[in-house]
Protein backbone atom coordinates (compact mmCIF):
# COMPACT_ATOMS: atom_id res chain seq x y z
CA UNK A 1 0.00 0.00 0.00
CA UNK A 2 1.03 3.48 0.24
CA UNK A 3 3.21 4.83 2.49
CA UNK A 4 3.67 8.83 3.32
CA UNK A 5 6.62 10.63 4.86
CA UNK A 6 6.25 14.06 6.57
CA UNK A 7 8.89 16.20 7.57
CA UNK A 8 9.91 17.95 9.79
CA UNK A 9 7.79 16.67 12.76
CA UNK A 10 8.05 20.45 14.34
CA UNK A 11 8.84 23.15 12.78
CA UNK A 12 8.99 26.83 14.33
CA UNK A 13 9.78 30.37 12.54
CA UNK A 14 9.25 33.79 12.97
CA UNK A 15 6.29 35.57 11.92
CA UNK A 16 6.56 37.08 8.67
CA UNK A 17 9.28 34.21 7.32
CA UNK A 18 8.61 31.21 5.28
CA UNK A 19 7.45 28.15 6.24
CA UNK A 20 8.06 24.45 4.14
CA UNK A 21 6.75 21.07 4.71
CA UNK A 22 7.69 17.97 2.28
CA UNK A 23 6.31 14.95 2.18
CA UNK A 24 7.41 11.70 0.06
CA UNK A 25 4.88 8.96 -1.46
CA UNK A 26 6.11 5.28 -2.03
CA UNK A 27 3.47 4.28 -4.76
CA UNK A 28 3.57 6.06 -8.04
CA UNK A 29 -0.11 5.82 -8.93
CA UNK A 30 -1.00 7.83 -6.48
CA UNK A 31 -2.52 11.15 -8.42
CA UNK A 32 -3.97 13.25 -5.69
CA UNK A 33 -1.83 15.17 -3.03
CA UNK A 34 -4.41 17.38 -0.45
CA UNK A 35 -3.20 19.19 2.72
CA UNK A 36 -4.86 19.72 6.26
CA UNK A 37 -4.59 22.07 8.72
CA UNK A 38 -5.54 21.00 12.13
CA UNK A 39 -6.37 23.25 14.95
CA UNK A 40 -6.05 21.97 18.47
CA UNK A 41 -9.41 20.32 19.15
CA UNK A 42 -10.56 20.28 15.77
CA UNK A 43 -10.90 18.21 12.67
CA UNK A 44 -8.35 18.46 10.02
CA UNK A 45 -9.25 21.25 7.27
CA UNK A 46 -8.14 21.57 3.47
CA UNK A 47 -5.75 24.20 2.96
CA UNK A 48 -4.96 23.53 -0.48
CA UNK A 49 -4.79 20.24 -3.02
CA UNK A 50 -2.96 19.56 -6.04
CA UNK A 51 -3.41 16.81 -8.60
CA UNK A 52 -0.71 14.62 -10.62
CA UNK A 53 -1.99 16.65 -13.70
CA UNK A 54 -0.06 19.79 -12.12
CA UNK A 55 3.31 20.72 -11.14
CA UNK A 56 2.68 23.72 -8.76
CA UNK A 57 -1.03 25.38 -6.98
CA UNK A 58 -0.84 28.42 -5.70
CA UNK A 59 -3.60 30.28 -3.16
CA UNK A 60 -2.66 33.38 -1.62
CA UNK A 61 0.30 33.06 0.62
CA UNK A 62 0.16 29.24 0.39
CA UNK A 63 1.50 27.03 -2.32
CA UNK A 64 2.25 23.35 -3.09
CA UNK A 65 4.57 21.60 -5.35
CA UNK A 66 4.63 18.22 -6.95
CA UNK A 67 7.42 16.36 -8.22
CA UNK A 68 6.03 12.62 -9.80
CA UNK A 69 9.77 11.50 -10.80
CA UNK A 70 10.87 11.97 -7.63
CA UNK A 71 7.70 11.14 -5.56
CA UNK A 72 7.49 13.99 -3.37
CA UNK A 73 5.41 17.09 -2.25
CA UNK A 74 6.05 20.26 -0.27
CA UNK A 75 3.94 23.17 1.31
CA UNK A 76 5.17 26.30 1.13
CA UNK A 77 3.81 29.12 3.28
CA UNK A 78 4.92 32.28 2.78
CA UNK A 79 4.56 36.19 5.39
CA UNK A 80 3.58 33.82 8.13
CA UNK A 81 1.06 34.83 10.69
CA UNK A 82 0.65 33.81 14.45
CA UNK A 83 -2.86 32.22 13.33
CA UNK A 84 -0.45 29.74 11.24
CA UNK A 85 0.44 28.32 13.98
CA UNK A 86 -1.38 24.34 14.00
CA UNK A 87 -0.93 20.97 12.81
CA UNK A 88 0.16 20.07 9.08
CA UNK A 89 -1.06 17.26 7.14
CA UNK A 90 -0.03 15.83 3.37
CA UNK A 91 -1.53 12.92 2.33
CA UNK A 92 -2.05 10.99 -1.30
CA UNK A 93 -4.60 8.91 -2.54
CA UNK A 94 -4.95 6.74 -5.85
CA UNK A 95 -8.53 6.37 -5.68
CA UNK A 96 -10.46 6.07 -8.91
CA UNK A 97 -12.01 9.89 -8.39
CA UNK A 98 -8.64 11.04 -6.11
CA UNK A 99 -10.01 11.04 -2.71
CA UNK A 100 -11.31 7.69 -1.41
CA UNK A 101 -8.93 5.82 0.28
CA UNK A 102 -6.32 9.02 1.57
CA UNK A 103 -2.75 7.71 3.22
CA UNK A 104 -2.00 10.29 5.63
CA UNK A 105 1.60 11.79 6.60
CA UNK A 106 2.72 11.89 10.44
CA UNK A 107 2.28 15.21 10.90
CA UNK A 108 4.41 18.99 11.18
CA UNK A 109 3.16 20.97 14.78
CA UNK A 110 3.65 24.75 12.86
CA UNK A 111 4.56 26.93 15.58
CA UNK A 112 5.17 31.28 14.48
CA UNK A 113 7.08 33.06 16.77
CA UNK A 114 5.71 36.73 17.53
CA UNK B 1 -25.48 23.59 6.80
CA UNK B 2 -24.20 22.12 9.91
CA UNK B 3 -21.76 20.16 8.03
CA UNK B 4 -20.49 16.96 9.47
CA UNK B 5 -21.20 16.25 12.83
CA UNK B 6 -20.35 13.21 15.54
CA UNK B 7 -21.55 12.49 19.09
CA UNK B 8 -20.20 11.87 21.75
CA UNK B 9 -17.33 13.60 21.97
CA UNK B 10 -16.11 12.23 24.52
CA UNK B 11 -16.73 8.60 25.83
CA UNK B 12 -14.72 6.14 28.39
CA UNK B 13 -15.70 2.84 27.77
CA UNK B 14 -14.28 -0.52 30.25
CA UNK B 15 -12.04 -3.08 28.61
CA UNK B 16 -15.09 -5.35 26.70
CA UNK B 17 -17.82 -2.93 26.15
CA UNK B 18 -19.33 -1.40 23.21
CA UNK B 19 -20.33 1.68 21.98
CA UNK B 20 -21.36 3.12 18.53
CA UNK B 21 -19.73 6.69 17.27
CA UNK B 22 -22.72 8.79 15.38
CA UNK B 23 -21.83 10.44 12.26
CA UNK B 24 -24.12 12.39 9.98
CA UNK B 25 -23.74 14.61 7.49
CA UNK B 26 -26.58 17.30 5.63
CA UNK B 27 -24.22 18.33 2.25
CA UNK B 28 -25.93 15.44 0.60
CA UNK B 29 -22.17 13.41 -0.12
CA UNK B 30 -22.27 10.09 -1.12
CA UNK B 31 -18.78 9.07 0.12
CA UNK B 32 -18.00 8.76 3.90
CA UNK B 33 -14.80 7.66 5.99
CA UNK B 34 -13.66 6.65 9.40
CA UNK B 35 -10.45 7.49 10.69
CA UNK B 36 -8.40 7.78 14.02
CA UNK B 37 -5.44 9.35 14.74
CA UNK B 38 -3.47 8.46 17.48
CA UNK B 39 -1.41 10.65 19.66
CA UNK B 40 1.75 12.26 17.44
CA UNK B 41 0.28 10.25 14.47
CA UNK B 42 -1.68 10.58 11.08
CA UNK B 43 -5.09 9.67 10.57
CA UNK B 44 -5.81 6.16 9.25
CA UNK B 45 -8.61 5.20 7.67
CA UNK B 46 -10.62 2.64 9.15
CA UNK B 47 -13.78 2.52 6.90
CA UNK B 48 -15.18 4.25 3.86
CA UNK B 49 -18.61 3.90 2.09
CA UNK B 50 -19.32 5.44 -1.69
CA UNK B 51 -23.10 5.30 -0.79
CA UNK B 52 -25.77 3.79 1.04
CA UNK B 53 -25.48 0.35 1.31
CA UNK B 54 -22.01 0.14 -0.04
CA UNK B 55 -18.74 -0.11 2.49
CA UNK B 56 -15.64 -1.17 2.37
CA UNK B 57 -12.27 -1.92 4.73
CA UNK B 58 -9.52 0.75 5.08
CA UNK B 59 -6.12 0.11 6.50
CA UNK B 60 -7.21 -0.40 10.10
CA UNK B 61 -10.88 -2.15 10.15
CA UNK B 62 -10.34 -5.14 12.53
CA UNK B 63 -12.46 -4.40 16.27
CA UNK B 64 -14.86 -1.98 13.99
CA UNK B 65 -18.05 -2.43 12.16
CA UNK B 66 -19.96 -0.13 10.12
CA UNK B 67 -23.21 0.55 8.20
CA UNK B 68 -24.55 2.87 5.47
CA UNK B 69 -28.18 3.09 5.38
CA UNK B 70 -28.88 6.60 4.47
CA UNK B 71 -26.86 8.64 2.73
CA UNK B 72 -26.56 11.15 5.60
CA UNK B 73 -25.49 8.51 8.81
CA UNK B 74 -22.50 6.56 8.57
CA UNK B 75 -22.29 4.89 12.17
CA UNK B 76 -19.25 2.86 13.55
CA UNK B 77 -19.38 0.30 16.38
CA UNK B 78 -16.98 -1.17 18.48
CA UNK B 79 -18.00 -4.83 19.53
CA UNK B 80 -15.40 -5.33 22.09
CA UNK B 81 -13.65 -2.74 23.21
CA UNK B 82 -9.91 -2.86 23.76
CA UNK B 83 -6.70 -0.61 25.24
CA UNK B 84 -5.88 -0.54 21.62
CA UNK B 85 -8.81 1.20 20.10
CA UNK B 86 -7.88 4.42 22.73
CA UNK B 87 -7.56 7.19 20.07
CA UNK B 88 -9.62 10.08 18.40
CA UNK B 89 -12.05 9.59 15.74
CA UNK B 90 -12.76 10.95 13.01
CA UNK B 91 -15.68 10.93 10.24
CA UNK B 92 -15.78 12.52 7.10
CA UNK B 93 -17.66 13.23 3.78
CA UNK B 94 -16.83 14.24 0.55
CA UNK B 95 -18.61 14.46 -3.16
CA UNK B 96 -16.49 11.94 -5.84
CA UNK B 97 -13.68 14.13 -6.97
CA UNK B 98 -13.84 16.75 -4.36
CA UNK B 99 -12.47 17.55 -0.82
CA UNK B 100 -13.23 15.72 2.54
CA UNK B 101 -15.07 17.29 5.20
CA UNK B 102 -14.28 16.16 8.68
CA UNK B 103 -16.46 16.57 11.78
CA UNK B 104 -15.25 17.72 14.95
CA UNK B 105 -13.96 14.18 16.32
CA UNK B 106 -15.00 11.86 19.05
CA UNK B 107 -12.46 10.92 21.79
CA UNK B 108 -12.29 7.78 23.03
CA UNK B 109 -10.51 6.12 26.11
CA UNK B 110 -11.19 2.13 26.89
CA UNK B 111 -9.45 1.38 30.57
Known amino acids: GENVEQHPSTLSVQEGDSAVIKCTYS??????FPWYKQELGKGPQLIID?????GEKKDQRIAVTLNKTAKHFSLHITETQPEDSAVYFCAASNGNFGNEKLTFGTGTRLTIIP | NAGVTQTPKFRILKIGQSMTLQCAQD?????MYWYRQDPGMGLKLIYY???????DKGEVPNGYNVSRSTTEDFPLRLELAAPSQTSVYFC??????????FGPGTRLTVT
Open chain 2, 27 to 31: MNHNY
Open chain 1, 27 to 32: DSASNY
Open chain 2, 49 to 55: SVGAGIT
Open chain 1, 50 to 54: IRSNV
Open chain 2, 92 to 101: ASSRPGYEQY
